[in-house]
């Protein structure tokens, strides 16, 4: 079983720039997939992007209003993942979480078994 903890977010500018961090413990995340998902106040909760695990290592986008601005990444030897976000707006504001299913990735958030706590993200001037 593996458990996740998010870090990174933040209150910033629009504009601005952060990098959210997941790290896994107890099972190394190449064994998953890693989704990042955020859920805004009195919105559903949305994907973002994931990485594939635990040969592929691809990478997919969910969110259209996120593309050509936020990249996930992995690091094996610090089991961790990544969300590097550039350019943020308001909109982006919300909690990030990142969560990890055995399989390919998955747009929904049902087909994910293993969930971190979630970091605040927000964007504001």
């Known amino acids: 079983q593996v458990q996740l903890v998010e870090s990174g977010g933040n209150l910033v500018r629009p504009g601005g720039s952060l990098r959210l961090s997941c790290a896994g413990s107890g099972s190394t995340l190449t064994a998953y997939s890693l989704g990042w998902f955020r859920q805004a106040p009195g919105k559903e909760r949305e994907g973002v992007s994931c990485i594939s695990g635990p040969t592929t290592l691809s990478t997919l986008t969910f969110a259209d209003s996120v593309k050509g601005r936020f990249t996930t990444s992995r690091d094996n030897a610090n089991n961790t993942v990544y969300l590097q976000m550039n350019s943020l707006s308001p909109d982006d504001s919300g909690v990030y979480y990142c969560?990890?299913?055995?399989?390919?990735?998955?747009?929904?958030?049902?087909?994910?078994?293993?969930w971190g706590q979630g970091t605040q993200v927000t964007v504001s001037s």
């Open positions: 969560a990890a299913r055995l399989g390919t990735c998955s747009r929904s958030s049902n087909n994910y078994n293993y």
